[in-house]
């Protein structure tokens, strides 16, 4: 019997694809000690999925509980989208002069970078979806990175209670809950920072109070 469905070539992707993919064949679960962390955070023209881009991409490696300034990863990206609304919050310019490079080579860059580490960004959904949009238009699949959300995090340091409710912690309402420095924000290399201190010290408080496993960290 003649089948009526053609199967579907396989996907040609590009190397730098295939060398990242690789890194998930086999992964195994580690300790929360001795598992890389990737914090990152992204700077965009706005926050519509489908019509704004990503302008810069920045990132800090966490391990054994310290944060490798020594490794960090920013990326400025050339973007013919423009939205003059969002340049006071992020100071990022159309031709300004500063070295960008093109979003396929940024997500070159940005995918040897991470591995199979654990991602974590503040509100990590707007993050996460901006970069797989980068990567479907250039007919990639979708991060293969385990992410954490240190909204979720921070929440589950906070007391419960039915008469206080608060969905939406910011960044800015944690640092100042934190005592922390807020002077590199709008910046994406300067918030992938501060974000990396936040999750060390909400875990901190967890690995305290409830002792914290990376298993039980998924399920905050």
């Known amino acids: 019997m003649l089948s009526f469905f053609k199967k579907q070539p396989e996907p040609n992707y590009p190397n730098y694809w295939l ?34 881009r990503v302008l810069c991409i920045g990132a800090v490696e966490v391990y054994n509980n310290e944060i ?32 960008t490079t093109t979003e396929e080579d940024a997500l070159k860059l940005f995918l040897n970078y991470i591995g199979n580490s654990i991602l974590v960004a503040h509100h990590a959904r707007f993050d996460i979806t901006m970069i797989n949009k980068m990567l ?11 992410v954490l959300d240190t909204v979720n995090l921070y929440r589950a340091t906070r007391i419960k209670s039915n008469l206080i409710k608060q969905d939406k912690y910011t960044l800015d309402e944690i640092a100042e809950n934190y005592v922390l420095d807020v002077s590199d924000r709008h910046t994406a290399a300067g918030d992938a920072l501060l974000t990396a201190i936040i999750f060390l010290k909400t875990t901190t408080l967890l690995k305290t109070n409830k002792g914290l496993t990376l298993k039980k960290l998924f399920k905050l």
């Open 19 to 52: 060398d990242y993919e690789a890194l998930f064949t086999n992964s195994k679960g580690s300790e929360l000690h001795n598992t890389r962390f990737v914090i990152l955070d992204t700077e965009t023209t706005g926050f519509d999925y489908e019509k704004d």
């Open 68 to 99: 490798n300034i020594a490794n960090t990863f920013e990326v400025y990206i050339k973007q013919e989208h423009f939205n003059e609304n969002t340049v006071e919050i992020h100071g990022i310019i159309k031709n300004e002069r500063i070295e």
């Open 136 to 146: 479907l238009r250039h007919n990639l699949p979708k991060l293969k990175n385990r």
